[in-house]
């Protein structure tokens, strides 16, 4: 079988590999650049779950896999900052992360055709009413799209990007890399096999498990990150209306007081639907919002997560997390768990009967249960506790009839030990995004795409 020669290819299809391949055209046109996905195009993604609202367990999801990667069908938040969402500005400095991510915001803009998006800006008044309450609220500002607009913006980057000459190619899931001569042989699950100069591996948080491989093939060091396991929270949105109409997304700490662990709230979802995510058949609740307004529901949602962080000698963080959520889906029947918190703290599983009688309907049809059987005692007692401590700012989230779906998970397990600043692993070979271990968020993934095209471009030297 032929071998296709490219200058740099981008394995990788989400914001980060967008902007990388953006950034690299506008450097140097006659460059030759493919970007792999393997998942589909973006037009052609759609979740099947349909009216149902249950998942049917694609081999290939298409809410986290495929153009525009997982961020796609996000409700398009951007955190015009560094305060959080990864910790870009740990590395490379606060001055230069912020003007790579107002570039990513610049770029956004001129293909948002559909909408203005809105900006919601910090507020002093929420943050002291959370620290008289021993929480801390991580404030600033973020620029909100909105699931449909992100959508429309998404595809309208891919389109120009396209039309510039880059090669486009869904469904080629890169299994292995191998180096051959000055640059490397890049192998496909179809049988297709790629050679270039340059890589950018940009497989986001659902790639784990390839940047493992690829460091373990080429004695790269890795380091444990840690992981976030818990729940997603849905209940009435007018509960929370006080912080969402002000600031739009609430991400808040709590130190819980039982076992001093660190606990947070994001990715609120004002007016949102909860939904269901497969990656690599495990089925994880998430959460969306529209900006349209008859998408809007009368619900919001947000997730609580516990952090974990491992010492030695265990080093499988990621196959814990996992462990959980299949065990999650063993008892729901292959689907997340849906249970009230009443019920929760009354140590009683929910039913059907009274799921029916709640006056928060689910947005997902999840499986009716118990996720005291499912997470360990001490994430159970994290997150019940930081409900509690959340119901003092917004009276009426520790209701009995919220909702929460079991589990959510992020993992942050692989972290690469770089070579250099230009988030360099081996010669010409780079890694961004989600997978880095650096990102958790739309905005700083893509400052690292745009960040790294210039590094390889020679335009930034990043030693």
């Known amino acids: 079988m032929s071998v296709k020669n490219f200058d740099t290819v981008i394995i990788g299809g989400g914001i980060g590999g967008l902007m990388a391949a953006y950034r690299l055209n506008l450097n140097d046109p006659s460059m030759k650049i493919a970007v792999t996905e393997r998942g589909n195009t973006l037009e052609k993604r759609s979740c099947p779950a349909g009216k149902n609202k ?41 001055d230069t992360a912020n003007h790579y991510i107002d570039e990513v915001d610049d770029i956004l803009t001129e293909y948002c055709t559909s909408g ?40 309208n980057l891919i389109d120009n990007i396209e039309q510039k ?36 591996i940009a497989t986001g ?35 929370w209306r006080e912080f969402s109409d002000r600031i739009y997304e609430p991400k808040i700490l709590y130190k819980t007081k039982t076992f001093e662990d660190r606990c947070r709230m994001f990715c609120f979802n004002k007016g949102g639907l909860v939904s269901a995510e497969n990656n690599h058949g495990i089925i994880t609740a998430n959460g969306h919002s529209f900006a349209q307004a008859e998408k809007k529901t009368d619900n919001c949602n947000f997730a609580i997560l516990s952090s974990i962080r491992f010492t030695e000698p265990f080093n499988q963080p ?30 009683r ?43 003092k700012v917004a009276p009426g989230t520790a209701n009995d009839d919220t909702l929460l779906y079991g589990c959510e998970s992020k993992y942050y397990s692989i972290r690469p030990i770089f070579k250099n600043k230009k988030f360099e692993l081996v010669d010409n ?35």
């Open 116 to 155: 203005e998006p809105q900006v919601y800006k910090s507020n002093d008044e929420l943050k002291l009413k959370c620290l008289q309450n021993n929480l801390r609220l991580l404030d600033m500002n973020v620029k909100h799209l909105g699931t449909d607009n992100n959508y429309l913006t998404m595809q």
């Open 429 to 463: 070979v780079y890694i961004i995004g989600d997978g880095s271990g650096i990102c958790r968020g739309l905005s700083q993934s893509g400052a690292m795409g745009i960040y790294v095209a210039d590094c390889i471009s020679g335009k930034i030297d990043g030693q």
């Open 349 to 391: 599983r929910t039913n059907d009967h009274r799921l029916s009688q709640n006056t928060v309907i689910p947005t997902l049809k999840a499986t009716a249960g118990d996720i005291s059987l499912v997470l360990p005692h001490r994430i159970l007692t994290n997150i019940i506790e930081t409900i509690y401590a959340l119901d």
């Open 205 to 239: 948080r659902s790639g784990a498990n390839f940047v493992a491989d690829f460091c373990r093939s080429f004695d790269i060091p890795m380091r444990s990150n840690h992981i976030d396991i818990g729940v997603r929270v849905e209940m009435k949105d007018i509960i």
């Open 165 to 200: 000459g880059i090669e486009l190619y869904p469904f080629y899931d890169c299994v292995s890399v191998e180096k051959s001569g000055n640059g490397y042989i890049l192998n496909f699950a179809n049988g297709e096999r790629f050679f270039t100069k340059n890589i950018i």
């Open 54 to 94: 249950t998942c049917v367990h694609c081999k290939i999801c298409s809410i986290t896999s495929g153009f525009a990667g997982a961020g796609a069908f996000s409700d398009g938040k951007f955190n015009l900052g560094t305060a959080y969402g990864g910790t870009l500005g740990e590395e490379l400095g606060d």
């Open 318 to 347: 990621t196959e814990y997390a996992e462990s959980i959520s299949r065990l999650a889906n063993m008892i729901g029947k292959g689907s997340v768990i849906v249970q009230r918190f009443g019920d929760l703290v009354r140590g």
